[in-house]
T-cell receptor, first 115, second 111 residues
Framework: SAVISQKPSRDICQRGTSLTIQCQVDSQVTMMFWYRQQPGQSLTLIATANQGSEATYESGFVIDKFPISRPNLTFSTLTVSNMSPEDSSIYLC????????????FGPGTRLLVL | SQQGEEDPQALSIQEGENATMNCSYKTSINNLQWYRQNSGRGLVHLILIRSNEREKHSGRLRVTLDTSKKSSSLLITASRAADTASYFCATGDTGRRALTFGSGTRLQVQP
């Protein structure tokens, strides 16, 4: 299995500001995924990040709002830009691992509160 | 987008009882995975079942998959208070690497 860390674990931010979330994996992985979990809800995919190419965003998510970097095979960042209270969520990164790259493992999440 | 529904949405049982959670999905899948989440923290991977498998066991967990009905169930036997958490199913859809999550079941195990 993959061991994933995220920074920060939580933050309280003012509206209009931006926050960059870091995701670090203990092994090289091709694809990394960013999900959002709004309060009391399930997880929704924001984007898929491959090293060396632009991230692929899901419907309803745009690069200007959620820019993603993927500088190498063990690291990615997600920025939540120009935040509003509606961005208050848990943000999680995940990677594929295992024998057939089927199992997805998740980081501990970043809990964001926007005031 | 949410693909699947899970039922029940919430389940409260006594320690020692079995808990069964159901998941339905809509598209063709390669696999289905179950996760546990404690109090809004990260997701813990429990078990993966492939589309050509019908049943899988891991400790006190038993997962079934019926691709004709597009449904799966997770059974936790002899539940413990520490099993209290939210449980999510997630499908690995054909042609897609990311997971599509169900709505989740909140399990409360009373000591």
């Amino acid at each position: 299995s993959a061991v994933i860390s995220q920074k920060p674990s939580r933050d309280i931010c003012q509206r209009g500001t931006s926050l960059t979330i870091q995701c670090q994996v203990d092994s090289q992985v091709t694809m990394m995924f960013w999900y959002r979990q709004q309060p009391g809800q399930s997880l929704t995919l924001i984007a898929t990040a491959n090293q060396g190419s632009e991230a692929t965003y899901e419907s309803g998510f745009v690069i200007d709002k959620f820019p993603i970097s993927r500088p190498n095979l063990t690291f990615s960042t997600l920025t939540v830009s120009n935040m509003s209270p509606e961005d208050s969520s848990i943000y999680l990164c995940s990677v594929e691992s295992g024998d057939y790259q089927e199992t997805q493992y998740f980081g501990p999440g970043t809990r964001l509160l926007v005031l | 987008s949410q693909q699947g529904e899970e039922d029940p949405q919430a389940l409260s049982i006594q320690e020692g009882e079995n808990a069964t959670m159901n998941c339905s999905y809509k598209t063709s899948i390669n696999n289905l995975q179950w996760y546990r989440q404690n109090s809004g923290r990260g997701l813990v991977h429990l078990i993966l079942i492939r589309s050509n498998e019908r049943e899988k066991h891991s400790g006190r967990l038993r997962v079934t998959l019926d691709t004709s009905k597009k449904s799966s169930s997770l059974l936790i036997t002899a539940s413990r208070a520490a099993d209290t958490a939210s449980y999510f199913c997630a499908t690995g859809d054909t042609g897609r690497r990311a997971l599509t999550f169900g709505s989740g079941t909140r399990l409360q195990v009373q000591p």
